[in-house]
């Protein structure tokens, strides 16, 4: 049996996972500085809000006892990434003005790449590569956000019936991936084969509740996103037709 050793530490049992916060000192200079980069670019109180609610779940997802359990059970690693792509990065983009958020690339590219990289991720090998290399785990964790925060700038920027095309492509192909790792017959992730027992899981139950938080929550986040957008353009349309 191999023994894996991800970023996060050693998988954890229930009784230790309370004391495994990851104090590296260059993650939290990193976030530190970052926060207070996008603090200083923040132009009122609401965009200095979902700052301060990035850097929040930042440190929930990295320095907290999650980043641990993301060791033990793949469920707890799929959770981490679609907050990064669904959560974490549309705050980002909309707690800055707008052309501080714009980057080149149409929204259909942009769409493309976080899909790409949302798969090649969760591809077995390359995913246990991440969890045997400090380097490759970083490169997973700005890639799925850098990604997502292109797609969602480029939502943003885009006219309301592009944005929700862009969003109905995204639930869809994260509901695909999700019911794939669901309904595979065999565990596909090496490093959380012997992980998950003491939590109560075997490594398949593990991987179909990671299978199913990406398939249904992950997906329903575009899904609201979509409808939110739609809703306003309606509501445009109706303030329009009866000016």
Not at 36 to 42: E, P, Q, S, Y
Not at 59 to 80: M, Y
């Amino acid at each position: 049996m191999r023994d894996w050793l991800p970023y996060c530490g050693a998988a954890p049992v229930p009784a230790d996972l309370l004391g495994r916060w990851n104090l590296d000192p260059l993650l939290l200079l990193a976030l530190a500085l970052g926060s207070w980069g996008l603090w200083r670019l923040a132009r009122n109180p609401l965009q200095r809000r979902l700052i301060v609610a990035s850097a929040a779940l930042a440190l929930i997802l990295f320095v907290s006892p999650f980043c641990a359990l993301s060791s033990a059970l793949f469920s707890a690693r799929v959770t981490h990434h679609v907050l990064l792509a669904a959560v974490l990065a549309p705050l980002l983009v909309y707690g800055m003005p707008q052309e501080r958020s714009r980057l080149p690339g149409s929204l259909a590219l942009w769409t493309g790449l976080q899909a790409a990289t949302f798969w090649l991720w969760h591809a077995p090998g390359i995913y246990a590569a991440a969890l045997s290399s400090n380097a490759v785990y970083w490169s997973m964790q700005l890639t799925i956000t850098g990604t997502a925060f292109g797609f969602w700038a480029a939502v943003r920027r885009a006219s309301s019936l592009s944005a929700v095309a862009g969003l109905l492509v995204s639930t869809v192909q994260m509901g695909l991936l999700g019911a794939l790792i669901t309904f595979a017959g065999n565990p596909l992730y090496a490093p959380h084969i012997f992980t998950t027992e003491p939590w109560g899981f075997s490594a398949l139950e593990d991987q179909q509740t990671a299978g199913l938080i990406m398939w249904a929550p992950s997906a329903a986040l575009y899904l609201a996103a979509a409808l939110i957008i739609a809703r306003r353009w309606l509501a445009d349309q109706d303030r329009e037709a009866t000016a």
